[in-house]
């Protein structure tokens, strides 16, 4: 993820909103990224942005050096289908389909084979210990487990990048913990996690963690780790 000098300007009937002011970031492959700040200060507005369900007013976007912008919508939309996976504070799971047909449905918009889906989903199931409840609903769920469903549903198409707004947010700490051991297993295995946290806690679990102020990175600090041994 490369972003240069990008720039959101929100402009509604009498107002303008500067709500990300000259951002420039570099993320690596690989990498487990935190952004923190102050209620309003940009955080899902770049994670948006990343995400290409939204557009910056200026500035470059590259994903894997392709210049986002240069895309014509139904470009974006393949790129996000294809290649992003989105994790959300309220779960965003639909009530009317089993814990299996929800974390099916992306392979389905991605038309892949009945059988293919299957494998892929009861593999997905197993690993997260959720077997069990292939057949109920969301709402029989716990708030842990309706996350966790919705994980598999993020990384179930094999995204490159996973994008995590306030994924702890509704949930205990037990639950919202076992959450960020299954983000940090994800990311073991090679998935670029972009997370937006209000939390000190799920933020120690990231690599790097990004500070948002009023639109703009005020630090930037990546920790050091032993990571043969941890
Ligand atoms: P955060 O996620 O850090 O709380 P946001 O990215 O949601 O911050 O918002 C940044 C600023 O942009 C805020 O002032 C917010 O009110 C404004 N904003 C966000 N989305 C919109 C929108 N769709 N229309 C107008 N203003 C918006
Ligand atoms: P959080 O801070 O918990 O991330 P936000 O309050 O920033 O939640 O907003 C969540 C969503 O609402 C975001 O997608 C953002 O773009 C949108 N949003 C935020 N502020 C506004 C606004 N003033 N007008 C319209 N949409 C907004």
């Not at 990004?210 to 990571?227: H, K, M, Q, W, Y």
């Amino acid at each position: 993820i490369q972003i240069k000098q990008l720039n959101k300007v929100f402009r509604t009937s009498d107002v303008e909103t500067q709500a990300l002011n000259n951002v420039n970031l570099d993320i690596a492959k690989g990498d487990f990224v935190a952004i923190m700040g102050p209620s309003g200060c940009g955080k899902s507005t770049l994670l948006n942005i990343i995400g290409l369900l939204d557009n910056p007013t200026s500035g470059n976007y590259l994903l894997d050096g392709i210049e986002m912008g240069s895309l014509k919508e139904s470009q974006r939309t393949s790129q996000r289908k294809g290649r992003i996976g989105f994790v959300f504070q309220s779960f965003n799971l639909i009530d009317e389909l089993t814990v299996a047909e929800n974390i099916e449905l992306p392979l389905t918009y991605l038309g892949v084979p009945k059988k293919e889906r299957r494998i892929k989903v009861d593999n997905l199931l197993q690993r997260l210990n959720l077997s069990h409840r292939s057949r109920h609903y969301p709402q029989q769920l716990s708030g842990g487990q309706q996350q966790r469903v919705a994980i598999a549903r993020a990384i179930v198409g094999d995204p490159v990048i996973l994008l995590a707004d306030e994924p702890t947010g509704n949930l205990d700490s037990s639950n919202g913990r076992e959450v960020m051991e299954l983000l940090t297993s994800l990311n073991r295995e090679g998935t670029t996690i972009v997370m937006v946290t209000h939390s000190q806690r799920d933020a120690s679990y990231a690599r790097r963690t990004i500070n948002l102020f009023d639109g703009s990175v005020v630090t930037d600090e990546t920790a050091e780790r032993d990571t043969v041994n941890d």
